[in-house]
């Protein structure tokens, strides 16, 4: 797609005041009022998500298999980490040799598969669902020759939430997800009225994030070196190097009112609780699995597997999220913008990729967005607006698996440009930002 | 009165629909197992596997009566694509497990058959 026949596209949207898609050729092909919308939105049919004003994207690639985290590197690669091999591999390299948006050059390797990668210096780190390896380059080569290296090992083999995301900090740390193997940490797994554990035995070896060395190998996870917890799954997480502190959005609890109908209608099920992103601390609890955050309320709530009605307010030293949203989005990934290659207004908020709701039934599903807050110098975050939607591409869904698109990984390149990865059919999209 | 009783006799050994399956199945699957399989029954991606096209399903009516109420949450070194464990519901009546399971195969399967009460008692007597 010839992005600059696009933005002339879309600034004759512009001057309309109108929602409008505008194909690749730059036709404009379809409009609809947009006086209920206060964002001049950007759409396209085949692009199959929308951008504010001032933005173009490119399908970067298609096809790729079930995309998971994406990275870039200096030189302009783009890296996926895949949940499914392709022919084996599970990651795939991506290059725009002739800069026309689009990867000319695709090539798979690593025999692993998972969902963290990130470039940190000469090396690609991968996150399986039981370690962190890596590789290293050698010179500007578009596949690292170096042999697999095990940063830390030994990660619980777990059924649910068992993905370990990372992240860096500028001194030498990385900072492992560990999901919670569990919804609530009920005594009987996912089962109306059973309690909660207590305490909850899970905490011990999961629901929190972990720091280890970024930089020494053959580390193995024993529990020890705990960062934060109480988090339930934090698949979304990255260091603010302005504020030099780990953020993250975390996977809230399940099915409330199918265990607890007593304190839940379907529809406060599918609300509650928040999403909540935080920013995390050394030591920092975050409320799982004792607690839930109520948007509704602007109150930690106490769980009704430990005693909650619904109205009972959380007792204890639990952390106050920075920011959240509407209930079961599952936030996939975060990233702090940097400089203002996404223009100047955007730089350092926190852009958040929602995959999207399974959960909120009788409600419509929800998510499927990439939303943006705003950071403060003092490190809380401003209002949320939607950055991209249109993903799920159908106005009501019923069903995930009927998504078009769900929005899953999140990487800016050293150029401005952001990368989004979808997972349903791995398509990446480059997105760019070209003025109003 | 000994007319009904040789009915139910009648109808319990042709394996027909007994009363069980007077019971609503669709409520009882919108209330056990409409959030993971989803109303469609064709499940989440990567999260919960589909009731459509599934092999279990369609399969031994006893042994999709002992796996539901068992769970596969509890069967260790259960191997799924699916990351979500099925909790057991063996807190369920013979008469619903009959009924939302036959809901089951009648909305989703591919074989319509009921699942009998007697698949169901025959289930529980295998225990874990």
């Known amino acids: 797609m010839d992005y600059r026949k696009l933005a002339t596209c879309l600034a004759s949207v512009s001057a309309l005041g109108l929602l409008a898609a505008c194909d690749g050729t730059g036709d404009q092909v379809k409009q609809e009022d947009a006086s209920h919308s206060s964002m001049v939105m950007q759409s396209d049919a085949d692009l199959g998500m929308t951008l504010p004003e001032g933005y173009v994207a490119t399908i970067y690639a298609d096809n790729l298999g079930f995309a998971r985290h994406i990275t870039t590197r200096d030189d302009g690669a783009v890296y996926v980490a895949l949940r499914r091999a392709h022919e084996d591999k599970g990651i795939v390299a991506l290059r725009d040799n002739d800069g026309d948006g689009h990867a000319d050059d695709v090539q798979y390797f690593g025999d692993v598969i998972g969902t963290g990668i990130e470039v940190r210096g000469d090396y690609l780190y991968f996150g399986t669902d039981t370690a962190v390896v890596r590789f290293k380059f050698n010179g500007d080569e578009l596949i690292p020759s170096g042999a697999m290296e095990t940063v830390v090992s030994g990660f619980p083999e777990q059924r649910q939430h068992a993905v370990k995301p990372f992240t860096f900090d500028d001194d030498g740390n990385i900072y492992v997800n560990v999901g919670a193997d569990a919804n609530a940490c009920q005594q009987e797994m996912r089962t109306a009225g059973s309690p909660g554990m207590m305490p909850c035995p899970i905490l011990d070896v999961g629901a929190g994030i972990w720091k280890f060395n970024a930089d020494a190998t053959d580390q193995v996870f024993d529990g020890s070196a705990r960062y934060a917890t109480g988090i339930r799954n934090a698949v979304a997480l990255d260091w603010n190097h302005s504020q030099n502190a780990l953020y993250f959005a975390q996977h809230g609890r399940d099915q409330l009112s199918a265990f607890w109908p007593d304190y839940y209608t379907d529809e406060d099920s599918a609300e509650l609780p928040a999403e909540e992103f935080h920013r995390a601390a050394q030591g920092s609890n975050h409320g799982w699995p004792y607690t839930y955050w109520d948007h509704k309320q602007g109150a930690r709530m106490q769980g009704p597997e430990y005693g909650g009605d619904g109205k009972m307010l959380a007792e204890g030293d639990f952390a106050t999220p920075v920011g959240v949203t509407g209930g079961h989005w599952a936030p996939n990934d975060l990233i702090f913008v940097e400089g203002d290659g996404l223009g100047s207004h955007m730089k350092g908020a926190a852009l958040i990729a929602f995959h999207g709701s399974w959960n909120r039934a009788p409600l419509p599903q929800e998510g499927y967005k990439i939303v943006a807050f705003p950071m403060n110098d003092d490190g809380s975050a401003g209002e949320m607006s939607v950055f991209s939607d249109g993903y799920k591409g159908v106005d009501v869904l019923a069903n995930p698996r009927q998504a078009r698109f769900r929005p899953m990984g999140l990487a800016q390149a050293r150029d401005g440009a952001l990368f989004i990865a979808d997972s349903m059919k791995g398509r990446v999209w480059r997105v760019q930002y070209v003025g109003k | ?128």
């Open chain 2, 1 to 128: 009165m000994w007319v009904n009783k040789a009915l139910v006799g009648i109808v319990l050994a042709l394996g027909l629909p007994s009363a069980a399956h007077a019971l609503d199945g669709a409520k009882l699957y919108k209330n056990n197992c409409e959030t993971c399989h989803q109303s469609d029954g064709w499940g989440i991606p990567f999260m919960a596997a589909p009731l459509v096209e599934s092999n279990i399903v369609d399969g031994d009516a006893e042994y999709l009566a002992w796996l539901v109420m068992t769970g596969t949450g509890n069967i260790k070194d259960w191997q799924s694509d699916f990351s979500t464990p099925m909790p057991g519901f063996k807190q369920l009546s013979d008469d619903e497990l009959a009924s939302v399971l036959s809901f089951v195969r009648s909305e989703f399967g591919s074989i319509k058959n009921e699942v009998s009460i007697d698949d169901v008692m025959a289930a529980r007597m295998r225990g874990n």
